[in-house]
């Protein structure tokens, strides 16, 4: 069955660290997005990367779709950037729907 | 320009009480998405509009659970009657095109339910 894992499941970070965040998927994608959900539970985009780089400020994202993962880069991270990561991926092997990791949780300590 | 928005915020009802969730998205986007999230987990589909047209609600619990689009802008999902087990965040999310395509999405700020 279609499976789209994520890890680590659980980060614990000093403020100023780094970090990457990894999903991997079973099935060939046409898109993949990252989102951060914040302590109120918005779901906030980040990236919307099928394949290549993309970078936003201290944010950075790469997808490898032939090898089947994305990977998210947070550099020198701030108490801001807690919460759960998602990828969510989807295309016609995934019914034309969105199929949604189990998250990763990140916690930045200041 | 306006994001998805959602209503109610939140939600508490009895069990067996109806309830009901609204979803207006962001102007021009066709395909619309009700998603379960609970607690620890992530997102799951519920049922994606087309338009006026669901095209995939294998995942929405029929006998419970409904959903419309009148006119292919807003929707509402309701829940007749509500158990214990559907307390959780009900997400509407809304893209341009289909997933394929131009789909990125985006979402609402969620409805929070609790059912006691």
């Known amino acids: 069955g279609i499976q789209v894992e994520q890890s680590p499941p659980d980060l614990i970070l000093q403020e100023g660290a780094n970090s990457t965040l990894r999903c991997n998927f079973s099935?060939?994608?046409?898109?993949l997005q990252w989102f951060h959900q914040n302590p109120w539970g918005q779901l906030i985009n980040l990236f919307y990367?099928?394949?290549g780089t993309k970078q936003n400020g201290r944010l950075s994202a790469t997808t490898v779709a032939t090898e089947r993962y994305s990977l998210l880069y947070i550099s020198s991270s701030q108490t801001t950037d807690s919460g759960v990561y998602f990828c969510?991926?989807?295309?016609?092997?995934?019914?034309?729907?969105?199929?949604f990791g189990p998250g990763t949780r990140l916690s930045v300590l200041p | 320009e306006a994001g998805v928005v959602q209503s109610p915020r939140y939600k508490i009802i009895e069990k067996k009480q109806p309830v009901a969730f609204w979803c207006n998205p962001i102007?021009?986007?066709?395909?619309l998405y009700w998603y379960l999230q609970n607690l620890g987990q992530g997102p799951e589909l519920l049922i994606r509009?087309?338009?006026?047209?669901?095209?995939?609600d294998s995942q929405l619990p029929k006998d419970r659970f409904s959903a419309e689009r009148l006119k292919g802008v807003d929707s509402t999902l309701k829940i007749q009657p509500a158990e214990l087990g559907d307390s959780a965040v009900y997400l509407c999310?809304?893209?341009?095109?289909?997933?394929?395509?131009?789909?990125?999405?985006?979402f609402g700020e969620g409805s929070r339910l609790t059912v006691l």
């Open positions: 999310a809304s893209s341009l095109g289909a997933v394929a395509n131009t789909g990125e999405l985006f």
């Open positions: 099935d060939s994608v046409n898109n």
């Open positions: 990367i099928p394949s």
């Open positions: 969510a991926v989807g295309g016609e092997n995934y019914g034309q729907n969105f199929v």
């Open positions: 102007s021009g986007h066709n395909t």
């Open positions: 509009y087309e338009n006026e047209e669901a095209v995939d």
